[in-house]
């Protein structure tokens, strides 16, 4: 992209009428009623959508206008789960064995050495590079709330970063902490929150069962009454296996469950607990890598049984003390284990296999994301209405061209390095294949600062 473009774009950056309008590119709408457009113009007004359609040269007036010729536009991506602040730790054990590994050592041993400022800058890091990798919106599921100041940081982090953050708020499993959670919700909603119609949004974050880390973070009538009364969302993590699967049956009898309530994983539940999640219109995060290479309790990244029931869940990241960082891992992923299976289960019969498609993983990333955090109204596709979140992706790159099909190209072509502009509600956060706003000689410096303090901490302490 043309650096006077963006020059351009700047100075008209406090303008709440400011419009762009992309030409000549192929949009993936991700909106079953728009398509796909193999050649379109897109046009942003302020911080939305104004208008998709074949041309829009005539409505575009004062535009700056992006030739986007070899181009995709498409939604940015949606993140359902992932646990931001460990990021200065990234893959310090890529070969965890189980979840139990996990836990102790990142939760048990890492987490209690966490300042604010540690927090803010795993947090930071993990939404710039979400933002270089094409993710618009991340459900930032922050469980090392040890202090209202954590909390703060946490927020902070997203607020720099531009990111359309959720921020998702729960106590943490093990030492010391201020027992402020879950009364300082309130404080968070009024400080941070307080409209609806802002780039974060609020909810609140527990496990399902008290396995973990005790009943205080179980999800029940106590945590559903304080979502209840600050008008907010809840994303249940561990949701695993039979004594989830009762949880859930449970919550369904309580009216516990609703379209704002996400549970996360869903591995190795019953057909019960199934049905009680789509008879309550609640939303699914599955996280494929971290169900597969983690190993918990199936393996196996939930997707059938969703489907099975009526759900189209979202997707997510979970953890990258041991994982990926991006989007495309996990429809690849995805995409492989669910048709390697459906493939399988019908060897050597008669069967057709019933195997989903790129179409599929994409909407998953995209709308359904959006919906599962709550904010199907706001981004997810490239509707006009909806802000403006959008990717451009070169085509023409080595690993894309020739472009034959754009939605296959996305999944199984397209990787960060091919994502040359990102735009959140309008503003533009990456161009030219650059995140914008950020010195990573020195933000390199303050994370690897701070992993040598935790690390050494960590050691000390044991």
Known sequence: ??????????????????????????????????????????LVRGTSIAAVAPSLREEAGD??????????????????????WQAALRRVMPDVDDL??????????FAPAYRPEDV???????????IDSGVTCVLDFSHNSRSAAHSDAAIQALLDTGIRGVHASM????????????????????????????????????????EIAGPDLAYGPRLAQVARELGIGVSIDAVFGTSSSKAIVDWA????????????????????????????????????????QIGLETAIPAVDEALAVGIR??????????????????????????????????????????????????????????????????TGSLTPGKHADLLVVRAGDLNNMPLNDPIGTLVLGTDPRNIDTVLIDGQVRKWGGQVLGVDVDA????????????????????
């Open 120 to 130: 803010y800058l795993g947090t930071r890091l993990a939404m710039l590079t979400a």
């Open 313 to 378: 869940p979202g997707l997510s990241i979970d953890v990258e003390v041991a994982l990926v960082s991006d989007m495309f891992t996990q429809m690849r992923a995805l995409h492989a284990i669910q048709r390697m299976r459906a493939v399988n289960a019908a060897y050597g019969t008669d069967t057709a296999p019933s195997r989903i498609t790129t179409y599929d993983v994409l909407d998953f990333a995209t709308l359904q994301g959006a919906r599962t955090n709550g904010l199907g109204a706001v």
């Open 1 to 42: 992209m043309d650096a006077s473009l963006l020059a351009t774009l700047n100075e008209r950056a406090g303008d709440p009428d400011r419009a762009i309008l992309f030409t000549n590119a192929t949009i993936v709408t991700m909106d079953p009623a728009l398509g796909i457009l193999d050649r379109g113009d897109l």
């Open 443 to 462: 933000l390199r410096r303050d994370i690897e600062a701070s992993r040598d303090r935790i690390l050494t901490a960590t050691e000390a302490g044991s």
């Open 63 to 84: 535009a700056v206008v992006i030739d986007a010729t070899g181009m995709i536009l498409s939604p940015g991506l949606v993140d359902t789960h992932r646990h931001s």
């Open 253 to 292: 009898r309580e009216n516990l469950l609703h379209p704002g309530v996400t549970v996360i994983h869903a591995t190795g539940l019953t057909g019960e607990a199934w049905q009680a999640l789509a008879d309550t219109g609640t939303t699914v995060a599955l996280a494929p890598t971290s169900d597969a």
């Open 171 to 210: 106590r943490p499993h093990f030492g010391d902490w201020d027992g402020q959670w879950p009364a300082d919700l309130t404080r968070l909603r009024e400080t941070y929150f307080s409209s609806d119609d802002q780039l974060l949004t609020l909810r609140v974050a527990t496990l399902a069962t008290d």
């Open 100 to 109: 139990a590994g996990y836990v102790m050592s990142t939760l048990g041993r």
